[in-house]
């Protein structure tokens, strides 16, 4: 169910999570006064989302270029 | 039914967005990175069966004995135009519509580019018949 025809669904679980996981190391941060760090969890947590998305960007450049230049 | 396999991972997706989108303000960010995952997703299989669909039509055109680089810059504008809507889309969800559409722009501009043969081979065309 999870890897139907070409769609993959662990990935979007995968980035939601990445993202869910990083509000809650940044709401315990702010409990325990350690404020400045906030931005830099944050930070790190979109450039691993983001290198996770990228594999799949270029994987879609690909196959747009070898579909137009036949 | 492949229709409802898409409809499911679609609404998921968007569940996923509200769900992190509304926690926090400052991780809004990563609503983005879901919606540009969901997007490429999408895409990848959307091209795969663009692929099947544009061997057809070059199957068809290849019985007419139609030249096939006409064929070839309707494609590509086709293309073009398909990609173009979906990087402006993109750019319109997360706010920059001004972005969007300068993408848009773009990609007008480069249809013409890329018809331009095709006009100046009418203009000879019709300037050799009178």
Redesign the interface.
Known sequence: MFN??????M???K??G???G??LI??LLKKTDAGEW?FYT?TM??IF??L??LQ??L??FE??QT??T? | M?IL??IG?AM??VM?IM??GK??N??K???L??R???V??????I??Q??DV?RVI?ELASKVNMESGYL?II??II?IAY?AEFGYQLCKDAGEEAIGSKIQLAGKVMIFVISAPVIFAVVEMVAGLL
Do not use: H, P, R
């Open positions: 139907m025809s070409g769609l993959d669904l990935v979007i679980f980035l939601a990445i993202g869910l990083t509000t940044n709401q906030v944050t947590g979109i989302g983001l996770i998305v799949y960007v994987q879609f196959a747009v579909m137009f036949f | 492949e396999q898409l991972f998921t997706s996923l769900l992190v926690y926090n400052s991780t960010a990563f609503s990175i879901i540009l995952a969901t490429v997703l999408f895409m990848l299989f091209v795969q663009l692929g544009f070059q070839n494609l590509k293309g990609i």
